[in-house]
């Protein structure tokens, strides 16, 4: 079974601090991870995903398959970045994915 | 990318009474949609898989009789919530999913459904 586990609601960071939001998931496989963001009433939109190992609006995420770990980071954070962050993992790139229950990011000023 | 939207964004209904969510890929032949739900405050659950030209694929615990789905062409899905309750009230979110290069899901804005 494929579970993607987010074990924080809420994030609470002041402006230029570090931001690590934590993923963890389980799958058998090889799974893909990706990072979508929700900001206030907009729709989901992709972050960045595990494969293209880019650097979106200043996070990262790093892919580690021994602690089955995807966790997003960013050195510093800015008020913009608050928002809903979901973790989500696919098993095969034509299959749905699976989200994790999502992180909120507040940054305050 | 793939422009997503859904029609409508908001729904009041009646208890008993059905109603049908629209969800068009403005420019992309989809092939294969996705539902999902999302209560408040709680993530995105996969209700089922839309496939063109023929039966969507439930996924456990949906009632596929109450959440009828169609997806009679490359650029429509509906979702119909045939005689709703209460407890159907929630954000219905389509998500069509790309091919080619990247298999990507790009979402559409959702609609919240409110049965009275």
């Not at chain 1, 079974?1 to 570090?18: C, D, I, M, N, Y």
């Not at chain 2, 996969?46 to 439930?58: D, F, P, Q, R």
């Not at chain 2, 979702?79 to 219905?92: C, G, I, K, M, R």
């Amino acid at each position: 079974a494929q579970r993607v586990t987010q074990p924080e609601k809420l994030l609470s960071v002041f402006k230029g601090a570090p931001v690590e939001l934590k993923c963890n998931y389980s799958y058998s496989g090889s799974p893909e991870l990706f990072w979508y963001v929700q900001y206030s009433r907009q729709r989901l939109q992709l972050l960045l995903r595990h494969i293209s190992r880019e650097s979106i609006k200043g996070f990262t995420a790093d892919l580690n398959k021994g602690e089955t770990s995807f966790h997003l980071k960013k050195p510093f954070a800015q008020e913009e970045d608050s928002a809903m962050y979901y973790c989500a993992l696919r098993a095969l790139r034509n299959t749905p994915l699976v989200f994790g229950k999502g992180t909120r990011l507040s940054v305050i000023a | 990318g793939a422009v997503v939207s859904q029609h409508p964004s908001w729904v009041i209904c009646k208890s008993g009474t059905s109603v049908k969510i629209e969800c068009r890929s403005l420019d992309f032949q989809a092939t294969t949609m996705f539902w999902y739900r999302q209560f408040p405050k709680q993530s995105l659950m996969l209700m089922a898989t839309s496939n063109e030209g023929s039966k969507a694929t439930y996924e456990q615990g949906v009632e596929k009789d109450k959440f009828l789905i169609n997806h009679a062409s490359l650029t429509l899905s509906t979702l119909t919530v045939t005689s709703a309750h209460p407890e159907d009230s929630s954000f219905y979110i389509c998500s069509v999913l790309t091919s080619g290069r990247a298999y990507e899901q790009y979402f559409g804005p959702g609609t919240r459904l409110t049965v009275t």
